[in-house]
Every structure is written in C-alpha cells, then in structure tokens.
C-alpha cells in the first residue's frame, strides 16, 4: 500500500504522516515514512537547493528537473524496494505537489510534468492520497510559528512566495483531486490533530482487513 500526503505549506501533512505511520506500527503493519524532496542522501543536498531561501536564481524549469531527479532516486533506493517487500509506504508529499506547485503556481508546462512525474515515479501511483486541505493564511501563520519553534532562520523559499503563489497551489491541489476522487481523501486541514489522525486512519481502516502478510 502506498499512500501520499498532500497540501499547502504549515497545512499539519507531515505531523499526519508521522502519526499515520504510528498508528500502523501499532496495528502491526510493517511500514516505512519518507519524503520528497529529500528521501535519499543525496536527495537531502537536493531539498537542501531547493528550500533555501538564498537560491533566488532557481528557474521554475531548472526547480522542475531537481524535483524529478530527487523522485527518480527516491523510488529507485526507497519507495519500490519497500514496496516489493509488502510493506507500507507513508510519503510526506509526492508527485502531486510537482503538479501543484510547479504546474499551477509556476506555470510549467503540465504536459511535460505529466511525461516527467511518469518516468520518474516508474508508473507507480499512490494508493490513497489524503489532500490536508486549509486556507492559505492559516497554513502560513502556522508555518511561521513551527520555524520560531525550531528556531529556523526565516523562511524558506516557498514560505517567501507571494500569497497568489500559495493560493494557486491550494487551488491546484483541490483541482486534482477533484479529477481524481477515487484516489483522493480532502481532509479538512482546520481540525485538531487528533481528529485529524482519526479521519485519516478510519479511510485506511478498510484496506488493513485487506491486507495479506
């Protein structure tokens, strides 16, 4: 089972994915959380490009082959070798942000982003994909506040854009899963975490009666 986890920045999806995982240790499902970018070792130095706020000559094109490469390596090293193994795959973001982010809130070609999150996922798509869903300002007040928390030096790149920029991810995100309701789960982002965790792990209950170890 493959399942991703969406959303905008400050939106609660890595703190879900983090309890998810909990939760199916707990039940005795044999599972593994990751991330994009940066789920690999060297994908760690390629989130490090990305994010960092002092890289204002990325292109959005040059933005979009870093985050395919990071993708590539990742479901080479991490997600299909887990995969295989019949374990439980928890992704703290996936090809579906690239599509977000860098199709609708950058204007590149989604053609091309189609083409390039094909061949770098290995044509393999998530299961389920839960699309934590919450206005722009509250996602960024709250990210603002988890950066004072962890005593990070200011924001990183995308936290700096714009506030059309956020609100073309948030529209393009509730797009796809519109496209794509029988793989997407819209949760409302504004709840607790705990209610959330609730939400999440009740739409997975079904396919844990499925399983076969």
């Known amino acids: 089972m493959f399942i991703t986890l969406e959303g905008i920045e400050g939106c609660g999806k890595s703190t879900q994915a983090r309890r998810l995982v909990d939760r199916l240790e707990g039940a005795g499902v044999s599972s593994i959380l990751t991330l994009e970018p940066g789920g690999t070792p060297i994908g760690k130095e390629i989130r490090r490009i990305l994010l960092d706020s002092k890289n ?14 990071d993708r590539a390596l990742h479901m080479e090293m991490v997600i299909k070798p887990a995969l295989v193994k019949k374990k439980w795959v928890v992704c703290d973001r996936f090809f579906d942000a690239t599509t977000a982010y860098q199709g609708y809130a950058r204007g590149q070609d989604n053609e091309l982003i189609r083409l390039l999150n094909e061949k770098a996922s290995l044509g393999i798509r998530p299961d389920i994909t839960f699309l934590i869903d919450c206005p722009v300002e509250v996602g960024l007040e709250r990210a603002l506040k988890r950066n004072e928390i962890m ?4 924001q990183d790149r ?4 714009e506030m059309n920029f956020h609100t073309a ?3 393009g995100y509730l797009s796809i899963a519109k496209n794509e309701p029988a793989r997407f789960m819209v949760v409302d982002g504004t709840l607790g975490e705990d209610e959330l965790e609730e939400r999440i792990f009740e739409h997975i209950r079904p396919s844990l009666s499925k399983r076969s170890d």
């Open 158 to 161: 995308f936290e700096r854009e």
């Open 151 to 154: 005593e990070q030096e200011g």
């Open 56 to 69: 204002k000559d990325l292109s959005p094109l040059s933005e979009l082959f870093l985050y395919e490469a």
């Open 169 to 171: 991810v948030r529209e």
